[in-house]
Each structure stands twice: as structure tokens, then as C-alpha cells.
């Protein structure tokens, strides 16, 4: 399983981007995703989550600007993050849960800043 982050960048504060996370392999459909971030000198963090049957969860800090979907027909699962504050500034990464194991992905860094 492997799987390829994409969509990050440079965006001043207010503006949006939308993260994408190509999975390769068969298991897409029926398992559970999440989107994490680390920024500098901190932990890593879970901010969105959605299961095989498309609940979603997110993290109180990102309620309201971050929306989590999954489209398993592309094997894609995306993270569309709207009014970006310099606090979301880190490396974003997306995660696939299945059977009691995690897969990563390497990260893609968002930076905020005007």
C-alpha cells in the first residue's frame, strides 16, 4: 500500500487548498482515512477522519474550515481547508487504517503566511 500526498503550498491567511491522497492497492473502499498534521517542534496531530462508510470526525481547532471526503472510485481521499490561519502552518499527511494497521504517506507542506 502506498500512498502520495499532494496539494500544498504557500497561501496567504484566509485563503484555501484542497489536499489530495492517492492510495494505491485494492483496499481503498474499505478502509478508514484520516489526515494528520506536525508543525515545527510539535506532535503530530490528527485533524480529520472518515471511515469506510464515510462518518467523519475532525479535530475542534478545524471544525467549520476543514471538510474531509473520499472518493473511492479514484482511491483518493482529499482535505479541502478553507480560511487558513498561520497556525495551520505544517507538514500534512494522510494515513489509511485497516485491520488494526496504518499506513503513511510522506507529507505536503502548507505554509500560511502573508
Known amino acids: 500500500v502506498q500512498l502520495q500526498a499532494s496539494g500544498g503550498g504557500l497561501v496567504q491567511p484566509g485563503g484555501s487548498l484542497r489536499l489530495s491522497c492517492v492510495v494505491s492497492g485494492s483496499i481503498f473502499g474499505i478502509s478508514d482515512l484520516g489526515w494528520f498534521r506536525q508543525a515545527p517542534g510539535k506532535q503530530r496531530e490528527l485533524v480529520a477522519h472518515?471511515?469506510?462508510?464515510?462518518?467523519?470526525m475532525y479535530a475542534d481547532s478545524v471544525k467549520g474550515r476543514f471538510t474531509i471526503s473520499r472518493d473511492n472510485a479514484k482511491n483518493t481521499v482529499y482535505l479541502q481547508i478553507n480560511s487558513l490561519k498561520p497556525e495551520d502552518t505544517a507538514v500534512y499527511y494522510c494515513?489509511?487504517?485497516?485491520?488494526?494497521?496504518?499506513?503513511w504517506g510522506k507529507g505536503t507542506q502548507v505554509t500560511v503566511s502573508s
Open positions: 494515513k489509511l487504517d485497516i485491520r488494526g494497521y496504518g499506513y
Open positions: 472518515i471511515t469506510r462508510g464515510g462518518t467523519t
